[in-house]
């Protein structure tokens, strides 16, 4: 039986690659969708979504009417409530309703209700809205796009910070993220993808490469060969 892999890409077209080739995707956006669902995850979020803005053109599929539909079905089964997170971080709340609109549109056809619309701040983010018992979409340029797409092309995906929350700090939260998505590959034999969700942000190509060696140093790629 040949032993998993752990690969480190970029941009929404590395994930699309990523699920095509099987993997379990994680999605690295720093600042901020993975630390604004890492902090929605660790106040009682259910389940958690990227998809990518209204408006916006990128060159890989992405649906968030699909993404919109899957989870309100989630959120009907657990009865639980949608919260949807959005751009701009500032300003007009109509702006960030403008964006999210399919999202949003597909989330009303399913019949779940949304209870907020807020913006993508991060940690902080906990502090404007209750997340308990929820499912939250982020809508979003760059983290929200590679999920929409990897999530399009077939792929289970997850999201991983290695910034601060609200209560954890250091490498908790990366820890947090490394466990679910190992949990899943292990459980379902997938190789891991870590997705830097923007090449050009430095900070989000640092994180992804801590975090798949996070990955290999916990003794991911041995588990196979250790049974």
Do not use: W
Not at 39 to 48: I, P
Not at 79 to 94: F, Y
Request: some cysteine; proline content about 3%.
């Amino acid at each position: 039986m040949s032993l998993p892999i752990v690969s480190v890409t970029a941009n929404a077209s590395g994930a699309v690659r990523a699920a095509k080739n099987g993997d379990a995707v994680a999605i690295v956006d720093v600042i901020d969708m993975s630390t604004t669902l890492e902090t929605a995850l660790e106040f009682g979020a259910l389940k958690v979504f990227g998809a990518c803005p209204d408006g916006l053109k990128v060159p890989v599929y992405v649906c968030p009417e699909k993404i919109g539909a899957a989870a309100g079905k989630f959120a009907l089964s657990r009865g639980c409530r949608i919260i949807i997170v959005s751009e701009p971080r500032s300003g007009d709340n109509r702006l960030r309703e403008a964006r999210c609109s399919s999202v949003k549109k597909a989330v009303i056809n399913t019949g779940a209700e949304i209870s907020a619309i807020v913006p993508n701040i991060g940690a902080e983010t906990a502090n404007l809205v209750d997340f308990e018992n929820s499912v939250v979409i982020a809508v979003t340029n760059s983290g929200g796009v590679a999920f929409d797409a990897a999530f399009q092309a077939g792929a289970e995906v997850f999201t991983i910070t290695v910034a601060r929350t609200l209560r954890m700090k250091a490498g908790e939260p990366a820890q947090k993220g490394i466990e679910r998505i190992c949990s899943y590959a292990l459980k379902h034999n997938k190789n891991i993808s870590v997705v830097a969700a923007s090449g050009n942000a430095i900070e989000d190509i640092l994180a992804a490469q801590y975090i798949a060696q996070r990955i290999i140093e916990g003794g991911f790629l041995g588990v196979k060969d250790q049974k």
